[in-house]
């Protein structure tokens, strides 16, 4: 059977107006269409609904994404991929979540929700069946049958009319809130919030938040909100979460979390008490939209990445059973058990003496090798030798020996992360977390690295939820809020970048690169005011840091004081000759000022300094093109374009070279791209302009 270009290979599920099935597409992989049976009106509608919806979530929002969509002879389809990793119900089949992957899971949920939200849209039905995991572990929001924009002036909100029939009730018993039940034409995020809440329950009680003999018995308890308190069925669980899950269940929706967003924020608070932890410095790079063919830069300085700290526990002290001694009656007992070689491996570790150590130990090891201790204490030396690989082999024999031991867990995830297998240390790490919850902060440097090579890999998504898991087991290590909100930043996630820049500098005031970073993400919020009053703080703090005045003159001339823009730039270029972003910014001014030359020297100079800024690039062709040079800034467009494919600057510039060399069709498509790039920016509406004259 064929559904348009699809070849069906399986069914996966069926209701009660359309079926679900495993295809194939031309391309040979494997992809999950819905098809629409019961074409209603009605139905068409939502189906339709459902389609949009889903081309505005895709799986960069935690949504299972669209593919493809159209009409075949058995009816209308959506394509999205097929994930192979299984539901939430499948998993929560085998019995409750440790609590470590309960409130991950409940992260990365709220904060796809949030998305949606972001966007006025609500899922409306969030159960376990509609939460699958892709190969990764990453778990994705599906199935928007029902989901709808809820407020009338979003984008698209004409298109979300009611598509319900007067006491129809579309929604999971047991997941939706009573207000969804009424079917109130108020309902908002904090409906998506309680039904968040009731997965979050099941994954950490293992049963329904709500359960009835029957169907009237069912509502009525999730009207009154009748729920068993979460400490009742799983003691084990901290005060902090069963409130929170609690508070989400709420059958007032004023009483809930307002959104995803805040119940989010309380699964990464945790609840805890400032602790300690230690991350890399970071490095931050941005870029603003300026209104000529050049552009503004901003950066802050970057420091050497320092060495996290293995704060390995103590080994466990190797056993000093007596050793057994010889017997008349039996000749052939042996008066050296390993009890013996361990106790005079104590001695010679005591005594420095590492290779006799090891010797020792794998003596005894050789005579008892079911004494774990044993391998555990030699793994640590092997370790401190480098000798990662046996010392591994060891621990998981160890391990093996005592499956409960968070020691042996812990010390075997830092051996993984000094060998460099930085994703072997972190899924060491979730089994610390699960078997000793104490030195689950131990970990933090774990995530926080990995977070950071994520971030600089391009992979935000990975980077962002590392890098949440660092913050909230090192609550109060400024450098894991700093590292959260330059991901968060570099994601566009700006309000929270600069929640996480707040608490940082909650932690640590008086250091500048915060404040600096802070003004940055001020700045791209469009608070000038704020992000000049965060510099000049930074100032004060470091008043000889040419990074940070050459910032604050980037800040002035924004706020319209060019003068103290211009001297700010000139004295940072004086403090450090070589700062490449501050010549590139003064070549901007220059040029807008009318001084070609001065701006070419500048741009030239600042390419030097940085030959892989397109930024510094653009201006110099800015320059070039002022000067009449069109081949140079053809050259200098074309050249930052293979550095940045996706710089309106550049396209824009080029598309003034090809104007005013008479090609009109390629300056119309380099405007025209320019737009795509740029919108709702002041170089948009220029662009528009040119194409208003070329046309």
Known sequence: ???????????????????????????????????????????????????????????????????????????????????????????????????????????????????????????????????????????????????????????????????????????????????QMRSSPDAGPPTDVFSLGAVLYECITGRPAFVGATMLELLARVEEGDVTPVAELRPDVPAWLAAAIERALESDPADRFATAAELRAALLARGRE????????????????????GGLVLSTRSSAPSAPPRAVPPPPPLAQRAPVKKSADDAEVDPKPGSWWAARARERQAAGDEEGTLSDLSRAIDLEPDVADYRAVRANILANRKRYAEAIADLDHALALEPRSGVYAYNRAVTLYDSGDWDGAVAGAVRVAELSPELAPRTAYMFGNRGIRRRDAGDLEGAVLDLERSARLGPGDVQAW??????????????????????????????????????????????????????????????????????????????????????????????????GDALSNRSFLRLGQGDVPGALDDAKRAVAVSPGSATAICNRGAAYLEQGDLDAARSDYEQALRLDPKSATAYYGRASVREKSNDRPGAIADYERCIQLAQGSDRAEKAREALERLR
Do not use: C
């Not at 009660?16 to 031309?26: F, K, M, N, T, W």
């Not at 400032?274 to 000529?292: D, I």
């Not at 040419?546 to 001339?557: A, Q, W």
């Open 1 to 179: 059977m064929r559904v348009g270009a699809y070849e069906v290979l399986q069914e996966l599920g069926r209701g009660g107006a359309g079926v679900v099935y495993r295809v194939r597409s031309p391309d040979g992989s494997d992809l999950a269409l819905k098809l629409l049976l019961k074409d209603r009106p009605e139905a068409r509608a939502r189906f339709e609904r459902e389609k949009r919806i889903l081309g505005a979530l895709g799986e960069q929002e935690g949504f299972v994404p669209l593919v493809d969509g159209g009409e075949a002879a058995q009816g209308p389809y959506i394509v999205m991929p097929f994930v192979a990793g299984g539901n939430l119900r499948q998993r929560l089949a085998r019995g409750p979540l440790p609590l470590e992957e309960a409130i991950e899971l409940g992260v990365q949920l709220a904060a796809a929700l949030g998305r949606a939200h972001g966007a006025r849209i609500l899922h409306r039905d969030l159960k376990p069946e509609n939460v699958l995991f892709a190969k990764s572990g990453r778990p994705l929001v599906a199935d928007l049958g029902i989901a709808r924009h809820f407020r009338d002036d979003a984008p698209g909100a004409s298109q979300s009319v009611a598509l319900t029939r007067t006491g129809e009730f579309l929604g999971t018993v047991g997941y939706a809130p009573p207000e």
């Open 274 to 293: 400032p602790g300690r932890s230690v991350l890399v410095p970071v490095v931050v790079l941005l870029a603003l939209g300026v209104t000529v063919a």
């Open 482 to 579: 700093a590292n959260l909100a330059l991901a968060y930043r570099k994601k566009g996630d700006l309000d929270l970048a600069l929640a996480a820049y707040d608490r940082a500098l909650a932690l640590e005031p008086k250091r500048a690169s915060l404040w600096e970073n802070r003004a940055i993400a001020r700045s791209f919020k469009g608070d000038t005011a704020g992000a000049l009053s965060d510099i000049e703080q930074a100032f004060k703090l470091d008043p000889t840091s040419s990074e940070i005045v050459g910032l604050r003159g980037i800040f002035r001339f924004k706020a319209g004081d060019s003068t103290g823009g211009r001297a700010d730039l000139d004295h940072a270029i004086d403090l450090d000759p070589r700062n």
